[in-house]
């Protein structure tokens, strides 16, 4: 198999053309009628005069007669053979190009240009090599001042509104100084020319860089317009995008919460700044609200009237904003009675306000007589004297008397109290990552 391929290559080597001698390119005018030896060995010594000169046709020999000119020889590439039809043509006298030059298969000849062309570079470096390092030099020592402004704490923590925009303006600062290292050796060296081009490809790279990792500078600038407004604080109680839960830290790229359950959300924070937030602990006073059915035959006033009076004798619902109840709904066998009351969260749990008020009113709304609704179903039949009719209400002596209502148990924020010690925990075991401050202004 192996003689078979080597056969192949060696046939195809074999018959594969040369490249063909340039006969185009023909010199164009009147051809004289006369005709001298003298003239043609001038045209052949011209020619051969301009071939020394140039690089490349040591190998081309010259013949001319009758002012024909005969090219024979090699060159190392095509192009050069071709350039000799236009060389040869420009010479006054001559009639015709016979062009019989080909490109050379010569190893020897073919790499002797590239060591030649790698000889002058190096030397060309070793000229340049004093210059280089200059230039070089320049270039480390604006770095080095630019990073040595950006690891000063002032002014940027003054300027900055938080550690996070400090960090930035201290990025900046490495950058533009990097900028300006570049420039200032480009100078030396004669080459700012080629400074548009660094920044067109460096402006290139970056819209391509960008569109693929668009969600994290989308982030990222949400993370900066964040860290500046802060709609939230620390161990604030919020809700986002439907999630709700203590404030941990705002990072980088997410905001952390710790939820009510004790399990930690990490939001992004391009959606969080897309977001409806709502901040609870921004006011101290919050709202708790419950519907209680009564019966539609009750007294609907008193049934409001004993609602409002057992919130407000709550000891741990506030006077101001003062309770309320009003009557919500109807419905076909209740009256809905919504309840409203005001705590302080900062002591009261909410979630423990709002089951003691329920359980507390209800005892009320019992105490006063007011009737709690109860399923009424009416059978209709073929017959049958009574069928269909209500039950007749239980005399009043039958009737048990109602329990009083009892103390209000202990509804302080003990639960919110020990998320809030988790948090703070968390938030000391990794100090440094976060870009929230209890200092800063607030929208």
Same mark, same amino acid.
């Given at each position: 198999?192996?003689?078979?391929?080597?056969?192949?290559?060696?046939?195809?080597?074999?018959?594969?053309?040369?490249?063909?001698?340039?006969?185009?390119?023909?010199?164009?005018?009147?051809?004289?009628?006369?005709?001298?030896?003298?003239?043609?060995?001038?045209?052949?010594?011209?020619?051969? !005069?301009?071939?020394?000169?140039? !690089?490349?046709?040591?190998?081309?020999?010259?013949?001319?007669?009758?002012?024909?000119?005969?090219?024979?020889?090699?060159?190392?590439?095509?192009?050069?053979?071709?350039?000799?039809?236009?060389?040869?043509? %420009?010479?006054?006298?001559?009639?015709?190009?016979?062009?019989?030059?080909?490109?050379?298969?010569?190893?020897?000849?073919?790499?002797?240009?590239?060591?030649?062309?790698?000889?002058?570079?190096?030397?060309?470096?070793?000229?340049?090599?004093?210059?280089?390092?200059?230039?070089?030099?320049?270039?480390?020592?604006?770095?080095?001042?630019?990073?040595?402004?950006?690891?000063? %704490?002032?002014?940027?923590?003054?300027?900055?509104?938080?550690?996070?925009?400090?960090?930035?303006?201290?990025?900046?600062?490495?950058?533009?100084?990097?900028?300006?290292?570049?420039?200032?050796?480009?100078?030396?060296?004669?080459?700012?020319?080629?400074?548009?081009?660094?920044?067109?490809?460096?402006?290139?790279?970056?819209?391509?860089?960008?569109?693929?990792?668009?969600?994290?500078?989308?982030?990222?600038?949400?993370?900066?317009?964040?860290?500046? %407004?802060?709609?939230?604080?620390?161990?604030?109680?919020?809700?986002?995008?439907?999630?709700?839960?203590?404030?941990?830290?705002?990072?980088? %790229?997410?905001?952390?919460?710790?939820?009510?359950?004790?399990?930690?959300?990490?939001?992004?924070?391009?959606?969080?700044?897309?977001?409806?937030?709502?901040?609870?602990?921004?006011?101290?006073?919050?709202?708790?609200?419950?519907?209680?059915?009564?019966?539609?035959?009750?007294?609907?006033?008193?049934?409001?009237?004993?609602?409002?009076?057992?919130?407000?004798?709550?000891?741990?619902?506030?006077?101001?904003?003062?309770?309320?109840?009003?009557?919500?709904?109807?419905?076909?066998?209740?009256?809905?009675?919504?309840?409203?009351?005001?705590?302080?969260?900062?002591?009261?749990?909410?979630?423990?306000?709002?089951?003691?008020?329920?359980?507390?009113?209800?005892?009320?709304?019992?105490?006063?007589?007011?009737?709690?609704?109860?399923?009424?179903?009416?059978?209709?039949?073929?017959?049958?004297?009574?069928?269909?009719?209500?039950?007749?209400?239980?005399?009043?002596?039958?009737?048990?008397?109602?329990?009083?209502?009892?103390?209000?148990?202990?509804?302080?924020?003990?639960?919110?109290?020990?998320?809030?010690?988790?948090?703070?925990?968390?938030?000391?075991?990794?100090?440094?990552?976060?870009?929230?401050?209890?200092?800063?202004?607030?929208?």
């Amino acid at each position: 198999m192996i003689r078979i391929l080597s056969f192949a290559l060696l046939t195809l080597m074999l018959t594969t053309p040369v490249a063909p001698a340039q006969d185009n390119d023909q010199p164009t005018g009147t051809i004289s009628v006369s005709d001298s030896a003298q003239q043609d060995a001038a045209i052949a010594t011209r020619i051969r !005069d301009i071939l020394a000169v140039l !690089d490349g046709y040591e190998d081309v020999t010259v013949t001319v007669s009758s002012g024909i000119v005969t090219l024979r020889g090699t060159t190392l590439d095509a192009a050069a053979a071709g350039n000799l039809n236009d060389l040869a043509g %420009r010479i006054e006298g001559v009639v015709a190009i016979r062009n019989q030059v080909t490109e050379t298969t010569d190893v020897s000849r073919r790499l002797n240009p590239a060591f030649d062309r790698f000889e002058r570079r190096m030397a060309d470096l070793m000229a340049w090599l004093p210059l280089l390092a200059i230039a070089f030099t320049a270039f480390l020592v604006v770095v080095f001042l630019g990073i040595l402004i950006a690891r000063m %704490r002032q002014p940027w923590d003054r300027f900055a509104p938080n550690a996070f925009i400090a960090d930035i303006y201290r990025q900046v600062i490495r950058l533009a100084f990097a900028i300006a290292g570049v420039v200032v050796g480009l100078d030396i060296l004669g080459a700012t020319a080629l400074l548009s081009t660094i920044l067109g490809a460096a402006g290139i790279i970056g819209l391509a860089i960008g569109f693929a990792v668009r969600d994290t500078v989308e982030n990222f600038i949400a993370s900066i317009m964040l860290s500046i %407004r802060q709609p939230f604080r620390p161990n604030d109680a919020v809700e986002i995008n439907g999630d709700e839960g203590k404030v941990v830290r705002l990072t980088s %790229r997410a905001t952390i919460l710790l939820s009510w359950d004790g399990n930690h959300i990490r939001i992004p924070n391009a959606t969080v700044f897309k977001s409806r937030i709502v901040n609870f602990t921004m006011n101290a006073e919050r709202r708790f609200f419950f519907d209680i059915g009564i019966n539609p035959g009750s007294d609907m006033a008193r049934a409001t009237q004993t609602a409002k009076d057992t919130l407000a004798a709550l000891p741990f619902t506030l006077t101001a904003p003062a309770p309320d109840a009003w009557i919500e709904a109807i419905g076909d066998s209740t009256v809905t009675l919504r309840l409203a009351g005001w705590i302080d969260q900062r002591d009261t749990s909410l979630l423990a306000a709002r089951g003691e008020a329920i359980r507390l009113s209800l005892a009320a709304l019992a105490e006063a007589g007011i009737d709690m609704p109860e399923p009424t179903y009416r059978l209709i039949g073929a017959g049958g004297e009574g069928l269909g009719q209500l039950p007749a209400p239980p005399s009043a002596g039958s009737t048990p008397p109602p329990a009083q209502p009892e103390d209000a148990m202990d509804v302080q924020a003990h639960a919110e109290h020990a998320l809030e010690a988790i948090v703070e925990e968390e938030r000391r075991e990794k100090r440094g990552k976060d870009l929230l401050s209890r200092d800063a202004p607030t929208e």
